[in-house]
């Protein structure tokens, strides 16, 4: 049994006052029983986000995270940073890394690695751009990215990895994968994880969907069997749209 996970990727948006007023209306939605919640908001956000949440079961994230433990590495945050902050998940490898800031598969990897060695969750970001999905490589595409990405990692840590398939197309173009594509590749995505793993690991991995869900289209979504939950960008911002995707209709 996989627990649905509904993450929100705030990206470089809201202010510190925004912020809290964003926390301070989620704190107080009710999560339903057997499914989490994570907001990843920026950096500057975490801390004071972290108390607005207060008591909720909402959980704290981060969009990003240097390999690094610590020294001179201008600009980049540690793992040990980020635990200090309550911080439990780290999104990486996200296609705005990749594509803007030069984040390749070994970049990638490494910042899997440390996420995994400081005992903080992964959310691993893959999926194509229009390009690959119009020549058909997208699976070869994502393949290669959960390889690089995972290269080296012991199957006992799986546990702590969570997929974000996030067709690059689809991202803030109001395009989303329909379910039945989206689903495709999320069970292409477990059947490569129990070849680079073994058929639990594959079995027991969650996959979110990510690209313009939102709260029209997340119970079809979720509908499908081998969607697990969504990482969502603009729909996360705004309470509304959020708690309605929290409380999809299963
Ligand atoms: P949108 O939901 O805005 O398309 O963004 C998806 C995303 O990139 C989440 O990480």
Redesign the pocket.
């Known amino acids: 049994m996989r627990t649905p996970m509904l993450a929100g ?1 705030w990206k470089m948006n809201k202010t510190i006052p925004e912020a809290v007023a964003l926390a301070e209306a989620l704190a107080k939605v009710e999560i339903p029983a057997g499914r989490e919640a994570v907001v990843c908001p920026s950096f500057v956000c975490l801390v004071p986000v972290k108390k607005a949440l207060g008591s909720s079961k909402i959980q704290l994230g981060c969009q990003n995270m240097h390999f690094e433990a610590k020294g001179a590495f201008t600009g980049e945050t540690s793992a040990e940073m980020l635990k200090s902050a309550e911080v439990s998940h780290v999104i990486i490898g ?2 705005e890394r990749r594509a803007l800031f030069g984040e390749t598969d070994a970049v990638v990897n490494r910042k899997v690695k440390a996420v995994l060695a400081a005992g903080l969750k992964v959310i691993l ?1 893959v999926g194509e751009v229009l390009a690959e999905r119009e020549k058909g490589v997208q699976n070869d595409v994502v393949k290669t990215q959960l390889t690089g990405g995972l290269d080296g990692v012991p199957a006992a840590d799986l546990a702590r990895v969570i997929i ?1 398939y ?1 067709p690059v197309w ?4 109001g395009k989303t994968a329909t379910p039945e594509d989206a689903d495709a590749m999320h069970a292409f995505i477990r059947g490569t994880l129990a070849a680079l793993a073994n058929a639990q690991v594959a079995e027991a991995t969650r996959i979110l969907y ?4 939102n709260d029209a289209n997340i119970d079809s979504l979720m509908a499908k069997p081998n969607i697990d939950g969504a ?5 996360a911002l705004k309470p509304e749209s959020f708690t309605r995707m929290i409380q999809y209709k299963a």
């Open positions: 990727n996200h296609s970001c974000a996030e689809a991202i803030g173009t990510g690209g313009s869900a990482l969502i960008g603009g729909a």
